[in-house]
Nanobody, 117 residues
């Protein structure tokens, strides 16, 4: 059974930090590219950060470059998103995505991040 379980969301003040985790099970984590997406109320889901299966190539949305860092730990089957200097516009539900061989595509249930004073 494939599962992606996100954690680490919550309420934080502007300028603060959060670290999201996504733990995978039910598939070969090392063969999958991993991404974080987010969806704010009334907006489309957008790609925030990507890391390839080998963990050597990363990409970020322009809006988070220099503030967010994506990483993965193969031994723990986990991908992380370190978020620093958070802004109110970062408020959204954050989703973990795994994309792998033969078009396989899995999503987590999402974790809420709220940036507010």
């Amino acid at each position: 059974q494939v599962q992606l379980v996100e954690s680490g969301g919550g309420l934080v003040q502007p300028g603060g930090s959060l670290k999201l985790s996504c733990t995978a099970s039910g598939f070969t984590f090392s063969r999958y590219h991993m991404s974080w997406y987010r969806q704010a109320p009334g907006k489309e889901r957008e790609l925030v950060a990507f890391i390839n299966s080998a963990g050597v190539s990363v990409n970020y949305a322009d809006s988070v470059k220099g503030r967010f860092t994506i990483s993965r730990h193969s031994d723990k089957n986990t991908v992380y998103l370190q978020m620093n200097s958070l802004k109110p516009e970062d408020t959204a539900v954050y989703f973990c995505n795994a994309r792998g061989p033969l078009g396989s595509d899995y999503w987590g249930q999402g974790t809420q991040v709220t940036v507010s004073s």
